[in-house]
């Protein structure tokens, strides 16, 4: 008797020609629901299991149901030939999408055998020339198998040696999930051997010391154990003890491991692969060699035989070196590896060069604690249910573990820098007045914490920028709450005679997965925040003190005196609209738009616009009627003439784009577009259709001062949706408005490929001309416009929506204005960035 090993979570494929016995295989050793028979399937799509016309969509169904069991975490079983490459690699990338192990099991019995079976068939009748078919393709790819990608591969070649089989369902190695610990799970050690006892000590543990004195083990005498989070290696002034002392504890059961991406790295260049010494290996590899080669293959083995990740305590517990998404836990492939190893990376690099890495934690939901390490943090958050436990020991910060079940956080500090980080590490600020501001916080190179997009750096030129304008222009930092971030246009567009186009702001969204998007109108003003506030304390202000209103460059908007008047109506809105109930809170934060455009451009217009109107208009003007004599002359400028009129036109249609935004004869108004924050509570989360129902009934309630927006939500898996879009957008911008902006509909989104822009604005051809000069729709003008790259501004708008968000979030929890105003400042000292305004 043989027992044949089955991972309990893979995908099981019996391979074998028709009359092999692979569903009476199936049927002896799986269960009923465990086992896709290509025949059943064949005879639900068609009505009869031997229509071979129907294998198709049999097939199709049947992976269906196979992913759908794969994605529930159940064993699933192929009953089909796969005799075929094709048809095995098929299933072979069904294992592999949903991260379980592919196996074969091969009924490669005689042909003689088969076709006797066969023959004795009723139920239908396959000819022996498919028979004979399937047994010499199965004979051509039998020795391929493995390099295919099954993990395990099964042959059984006689009807006795197949009754005599016994499945044996093994647990994956990532499956520790009876053991409820207590357990001490460590960061990142890097070699910090002396930290290392130093925090096992304080955690309890008995440290075991060989003859020389070296540490060997470590036991705890109430039987808790130690989970290692990978990187040992690298960087530390004692990788050799850390690596005795770790090994030792696994192998005496002490303590669990997993792998860094350090001890990847390392293994490979023990086993003799090419690698690049960087980052603390050479110093490593300079250590282990005053070992015996013993030692070095002992080390080679420990960090080759370390499992990605493990599940522990009833799947209450998942452990990786880079954290785990919930999708992976308890699965086997080399991109669940990959992950835990390196994690995920938005394909971009920071301002030190390091790739920028996608903030998983974020959007975790799992029921499972996820502790981890891999990237040094200043010190030990919950996020989502996840934490990470690289406090950055070897880089001069602490050595952290986390007690389980109990979370509770135990950290020695580092006893120097051992290592100088590339990206230094944030330093936890010291305690002090919260309205107190210093100038330090917004000198040189600062590095702000989001929770929407990590760790965001700003360049010191960047904040000297920031500072001009902040010091000079801006309001109180006790009122300035929010900044908006830049809007940045699509890429350009190839249609004729089109520098901006819907059709690329919605195959921005499609690229990041979003299908369900808002149409917004925009509206030809200055961009506002509205800070209306019943309760001037909570902001350190005078009992009169209604609010704010600023630019988003953080400048007053009115006089005093305006302001005070318009808070006090937006106020009484408000309360009409039954908002202030709604939002059950004192104060709120609004974004919007106040119009007309000239109410804050009054000097633009009139210096810029309207004088290169004038100077456009009267020397065409002049020039036409010189050429109008000429002409009349029999002086042949008929084309120069030509040129002309389309000069003339040009001026005319920029002339009438800029007038169409300047109302001097009513008072501003302001149009809201998005409730930011009220009280305790942000709204990020909250779809766009509820601020515009908020902001529709607040005009409502005050139709002088306040403006609706016009909108249309798209469904952008639907062509008549998205045509009824781009229609909407022609019919407004043709009647001379500005464009639109494109949302997600749900606001605040991110996708696998990253955060996802708020919002990317469309605006008209003809209002273009304002932007780009009254002639940029001449053919060379446009060809040379459309190089225009917007990437940079993209990336930019990303970080200072982040920025944003975290000012948000900040004043919303009630932290000091200090930590407010460094968001805030942040947003103002990415916008002095020289980047082409007209963007």
């Known amino acids: 008797m043989s027992v044949l090993d089955i991972p309990a979570l893979s995908l099981v494929v019996l391979v074998g020609t028709s009359g092999s016995g692979k569903s009476t295989f199936a049927r002896t050793h799986f269960g009923p629901y465990e086992t896709l028979s290509s025949d059943v399937f064949r005879g639900l799509v068609s009505g009869d299991v031997a ?33 075929q490459p094709d048809a095995r690699r098929r299933l072979i990338e069904l294992a592999k999408a949903h991260d379980v192990l592919p196996v074969a099991i091969v009924l490669d019995v005689p042909e003689a055998t088969s076709l006797a079976r066969n023959a004795e068939r009723t139920d239908r009748v396959i000819p022996p020339a498919v028979v004979k078919r399937q047994a010499d393709q199965l004979r051509r790819g039998l020795r391929h198998l493995g390099k295919e990608g099954f993990r395990k591969v099964h042959v059984l070649r006689t009807p006795e040696e197949i009754a005599a089989v016994e499945i044996a369902r093994t647990r994956l190695l990532n499956d520790r999930s009876d053991e409820r610990g207590p357990f ?86 023990l086993r003799g692969a090419r690698v690049t010494p960087t980052h603390g290996l050479a110093e490593t590899l300079a250590q282990l060699s ?30 990786a070196h880079a954290g785990l998404k919930e999708a992976y836990h308890g699965r086997a492939s080399g991109r669940v590896r990959a992950f835990a190893l390196y994690g995920e990376t938005t394909g971009e690099t920071d301002e030190f060069g390091l790739p920028v890495r996608y903030p998983w934690a974020q959007d975790y ?47 020695v500090p580092a006893e120097r820098v051992w290592y100088e980080p590339v990206r230094p590490l944030v330093a936890e600020e010291p305690q002090r007045a919260g309205g107190i501001l210093q100038l330090s916080d917004v000198q040189g190179k600062m590095l702000v914490e989001t929770a929407a997009m990590g760790r965001i750096g700003i360049k010191e030129q960047q904040t000297a920028g920031g500072l001009e304008t902040m010091s000079r222009w801006a309001i109180d930092p006790r009122w300035l709450t929010y900044l908006p971030p830049t809007m940045s246009p699509p890429t350009t567009s190839s249609r004729e005679g ?29 961009r506002a925040v509205v800070l209306v506030s019943r309760n001037p304390a909570r902001f350190d202000a005078p009992e009169s003190w209604r609010g704010a209103i600023h630019t988003r460059t953080g400048r007053a908007f009115f006089t005093p005196e305006i302001e005070s008047a318009t808070l006090a109506r937006l106020d009484d809105a408000l309360e009409r609209a039954g908002v202030w109930a709604e939002l059950d809170a004192d104060w709120v934060l609004l974004d919007g738009e106040i119009v007309p455009w000239s109410a804050k451009a009054g000097d633009l217009i009139r210096d810029l616009f309207a004088s290169v109107a004038a100077a456009g208009t009267a020397a065409t003007e002049a020039a036409s009627r010189v050429l109008e004599v ?79 927006t016009r909108r249309l939500r798209v469904d952008l898996g639907s062509a008549s949706s998205v045509v009824a879009a781009v229609e909407w957008w022609e019919e407004m911008t043709d009647a001379g408005g500005e464009g639109m902006v494109v949302k997600p509909y749900a606001n605040f989104t991110r996708t696998k490929k990253g955060l996802v822009h708020p919002g990317i604005k469309v605006r008209g051809r003809e209002y273009l001309r304002i932007v780009y000069g009254p002639d940029y729709t001449v053919p060379e003008n446009l060809a040379r416009l459309r190089d225009r790259d917007v990437g940079f501004k993209r990336s930019l708008a990303l970080r200072e929506y982040a920025l944003g968000l975290e000012a948000l979030r900040r004043v919303t929890s009630g932290e000091p204005l200090w930590r407010v105003h460094e968001a805030v400042f942040g947003v103002l000292a990415l916008e002095s960035d020289p980047i082409d305004p007209r963007l």
């Not at 020389?212 to 004692?238: E, K, M, S, Y």
């Not at 919950?382 to 880089?395: Q, R, S």
């Not at 195959?507 to 808002?518: E, M, N, Y």
């Not at 990020?684 to 902001?695: K, Q, S, V």
Request: net charge negative; aromatic share 6%.
């Open 51 to 83: 229509d071979q016309s129907a294998t198709e969509a049999a097939f199709d169904a049947l992976q269906y149901v196979a992913a759908k069991r794969l994605d529930a975490g159940l064993l699933t079983v192929i009953d089909a030939t796969s005799v």
């Open 184 to 269: 001490d799970a460590i960061g990142d050690v890097h070699g910090c051997l002396s930290e290392l006892q130093t925090l096992l000590g304080r955690l309890g543990y008995e440290i075991v010391r060989d003859e020389q004195g070296r540490p060997i083990d470590a036991t705890h005498p109430a039987g808790r154990r130690v989970i290692f989070l990978g990187d040992l290696v690298d960087r530390g002034p004692d990788v050799v003890g850390v690596l005795r002392l770790a090994m030792g504890m696994v192998a005496s059961g002490s303590a669990l491991a997993v792998p860094g991406n350090h001890e990847a790295k390392l293994v490979r260049a």
């Open 290 to 319: 005053g070992e015996s080669p013993e030692f070095r293959e002992r080390v080679a083995a420990f960090c080759y035989d370390l499992v990605s990740h493990l599940v522990l305590d009833e799947g209450r517990l998942v452990v």
């Open 365 to 411: 939901r799992g029921r499972a604690v996820v502790l981890y390490g891999h990237t040094p943090v200043p010190a030990v958050e919950w996020v989502n249910n996840t934490a990470c436990l690289d406090t950055g020991c070897v880089f001069g910060g602490a050595l952290s573990a986390m007690r389980y079940p109990e979370r509770e956080v135990v950290s």
């Open 498 to 526: 089109f520098l901006e186009h819907p059709d690329e702001a919605f195959s921005a969204f499609r690229d990041h997965g979003v299908t369900d998007v808002i149409c917004e109108e925009k509206h030809m003003g200055s």
């Open 630 to 708: 000429a002409l009349a002359s029999g002086v042949d400028v008929a084309a120069l003439a030509a040129r002309t009129r389309v000069r003339a036109d040009d001026v005319t249609r920029f002339r009438d784009a800029y007038r169409r935004y300047v109302d001097t004869a009513g008072p501003a108004r302001f149009a809201p577009f998005q409730v930011l924050a009220a009280g305790d509570a942000t709204f990020e989360t909250r779809d766009h259709g509820w601020h515009l129902e908020l902001a529709d009934r607040i005009a409502a309630a005050d139709p002088d001062l306040v403006i609706p």
